[in-house]
């Protein structure tokens, strides 16, 4: 994961907070160490790679939805849908994330794309690959890795009820909203927009765990909620293994690209760490906002 995908405005609990585990407390290392492994892999087995590359449906491939299924399914297990009624206790939190995750992020992203990489950097850049740099860029903005943010709450000791809701009307915007939002900005970007790509990632990525999840979460709560928390605590760790092995997969199939084109990857990094910036001093400008419970 290259950048903050979701932006929550959480809030912390009163206390002391969990101390993290060594797994937990070097996990940029474990991630730096991935994508290493990744790079190497793909130059030392390029056949293999290439092959697992082309298990394509709509240019989505598939042992790459396989892992992210392992890495979100897990995490959307603990989404309650019914926790929707708690927005309204965390209303100017809630509104802060919306306002940074669908409007900020992705509108934001599509004008640094078309500035950086259409106007900038295009004299740098390869003319034929331009229209799919921005938009990987506008893809990369629009998708709030809701699941991960699980992950970030119990590291920070957040409030996990705020968790909770936040994620929970996220996910239901995200069935609804994604797609449309990313044909919009490609339409803007005048990016033709490949709506079999687009529609199939969000059933793959996004419908299917939703229903598989919630169908496992009734499963497991009809068990008593003893259960249910045993089952979470083992299947805890299948998301950031999962998350690791997609690094690792990802890596080793542009890893020829990344050696050979190196400035390329530096300079489409511009736009991206402009806006994980913009995006942070945004949500720490509305910090006060958020910070209240009442809506």
């Not at 990016?191 to 499963?219: E, F, G, H, M």
Request: net charge neutral; glycine share 6%; hydrophobic share 60%.
């Amino acid at each position: 994961m290259s950048v903050p995908c979701e932006v929550s405005a959480g809030e912390v609990n009163a206390g002391t907070p969990a101390p993290m585990g060594v797994f937990e407390r070097f996990l940029s290392l474990w991630v730096f160490c991935c994508i290493v492994a990744g790079i190497l892999l793909g130059q030392l087995a390029p056949g293999l790679f290439q092959a697992i590359g082309k298990l394509e449906v709509a240019r989505v491939n598939l042992p790459v939805g396989l892992l992210i299924w392992v890495m979100i399914i897990p995490m959307l297990v603990k989404v309650d849908f019914g926790a929707l009624h708690e927005v309204k206790q965390h209303g100017r939190g809630i509104a802060v994330t919306l306002l940074v995750n669908w409007l900020v992020k992705p509108f934001s992203m599509a004008f640094l794309g078309w500035l950086f990489i259409r106007q900038l950097f295009a004299p740098l850049l390869p003319a034929e690959q331009l229209d799919s740099y921005i938009a990987g860029l506008i893809l990369l903005a629009a998708a709030p890795c809701t699941a991960m943010v699980f992950v970030w709450s119990r590291l920070s000791n957040g409030d996990p009820l705020f968790t909770l809701s936040q994620v929970a009307l996220n996910d239901t915007i995200m069935v609804f909203a994604f797609a449309p939002l990313v044909a919009f900005l490609l339409g803007l970007s005048a990016i033709t927009v490949p709506w079999d790509t687009l529609l199939t990632s969000v059933v793959l990525y996004i419908v299917i765990p939703v229903i598989l999840a919630q169908a496992w979460r009734r499963r497991l709560l009809a068990r008593g909620e003893a259960a249910f928390a045993a089952a979470m605590a083992r299947i805890g760790p299948w998301s950031i293994a999962a998350l690791l092995a997609t690094l690792v997969l990802l890596f080793a199939f542009q890893g020829e690209a990344i050696l050979a084109q190196p400035l390329v990857i530096a300079l489409l990094a511009v736009p991206i760490l402009i806006q994980v910036l913009f995006n942070s001093l945004v949500r720490t400008s509305m910090e006060p906002m958020a910070s209240s419970n009442s809506a």
